[in-house]
């Protein structure tokens, strides 16, 4: 099972639990209103109906295969469960099971949640180098790649997993297993990136207030994990609170000084607090490290089609989806100049790409309207 979307991280470029003593002062309470309380073991709780459902259908099947196997076949055979994959939003885990849907992260955890429960060992692993990015308005998002890596039940004598029985789950093909690096996850990391899911997608509804208690909260459950501080810089300098802003994203580049999307941010807060000279160092770091950065042929395009240069425009979408072939905005936009260059049958192509690569319910219904009324068309 792939699993993206574990990683939010606001870019403005493009786009309570005490912390411990490593954190530096970079909190700033009294200018946010109090908001709902964040609750880190709900993140993993299972109700009744989930311990129903293990000790009922997951039992089933673990009559005849190991409770890996079962596990997985009683929640991913599609004439079970029925779950969908949804990235518009990320649950926990007795959400996700209740909406039969969530985005990655929200299936690693609950998976993660009913492993638990039936007393297997659970690893979390990140895929180094998956990360990918997609938009929302002029919000620009990257998101990692976390994996699940379910073992059989503890020895009860050494404590130790038998790396015989482990099982991935993971989206990649099974072909591909084992091909890629990995960095362990502790689970007070994937509990901090669930919180920074929660902080980017209330920020991008526009609720400040209750993004910088999530974002906080990501910060307090694991200080070492750089998207939270980046994510909170970003709902800082949204909020006007510029200084604030300026220290949380300097202290991240610290921790990552490589880090394009903090050195994007941090330029854009000097910049804002009218300190552009010292931005200057971060624009030119920036464009030694991403000469052409996500979404350029993409805003290329874009700028191609409204001067009606739809043969360019159909150029650059095709230069930035060599970079990216999965991100459905580009197929979309690649179809819109087609069709504006009468080549409809690429137009086609490109229309079902981007429902086939679409990650939202509400995107796809959008594909599988133009594309019904393309074909509508095509036929008179």
């Known amino acids: ?59 089933r099947e673990a009559r005849h295969k190991n409770d890996r196997a079962a596990l997985y076949d009683a929640l991913y055979d599609k004439t079970r469960l029925q779950l969908e ?55 620009y998002f990257v998101a990692g790649h976390v994996n699940l890596v379910l073992g059989q039940r503890l020895d009860d004598k050494s404590g130790r997993y038998d790396a015989k029985g482990m099982m991935v789950i993971d989206f990649l093909p099974s072909g591909e297993m084992g091909s890629y690096r990995t960095r362990e996850l502790d689970e007070a990391t994937i509990v901090a ?53 300026r220290r949380t994203l300097a202290h991240a580049l610290t921790r990552s000084p490589d880090n394009t999307v903090l050195l994007s941010n941090l330029a854009q807060a000097l910049e804002a607090s009218g300190m552009a000279q010292e931005a200057l160092p971060l624009r030119r770091r920036l464009l030694a490290l991403q000469p052409q950065p996500p979404f350029h042929y993409f805003n290329l395009g874009k700028t191609a089609m409204q001067k009606g240069e739809y043969q360019e425009a159909a150029r650059l979408f095709s230069r930035e989806l060599a970079r990216d072939p999965y991100y459905h905005e580009f197929h979309f936009w690649l179809a819109q100049a087609y069709a504006r260059l009468g080549q409809m049958a690429q137009a086609g192509r490109q229309l079902e790409l981007a429902l086939e690569t679409s990650t939202t319910r509400s995107d796809h219904g959008l594909y599988a309207a133009k594309l019904q009324r393309l074909r509508a068309a095509a036929t008179h």
């Open 1 to 59: 099972m792939r699993v993206g979307a574990a990683l939010l991280c606001a870019a403005l470029a493009a786009c309570a639990a005490t912390p411990p003593a490593s954190v530096p002062p970079i909190f700033n309470d009294a200018d946010f209103a109090p908001a709902a309380a964040i609750d880190a073991s709900q993140v993993f709780a299972l109700d009744d109906t989930m311990r129903q459902y293990v000790r009922t259908e997951v039992r």
């Open 85 to 139: 994959y949804d990235a518009e939003l990320t649950r926990n885990a007795r959400e996700t099971f209740a909406a039969r849907q969530g985005n990655c992260l929200s299936l690693v955890i609950m998976t993660a949640a009913l492993a638990h429960e039936m007393g297997l060992t659970v690893r979390y692993q990140e895929v180094l180098g998956e990360e990918s990015w997609s938009r929302s308005g002029n919000m």
């Open 193 to 245: 990136m669930y919180m920074n899911n929660r902080a980017a997608e209330t920020m991008s509804e526009g609720q400040l207030d209750q993004a910088y208690w999530w974002a906080r909260a990501a910060i307090g459950q694991d200080p070492s994990f750089s998207g939270a501080y980046n994510t909170l810089g970003v709902i800082q300098f949204r909020h006007g609170d510029l200084a604030a802003a």
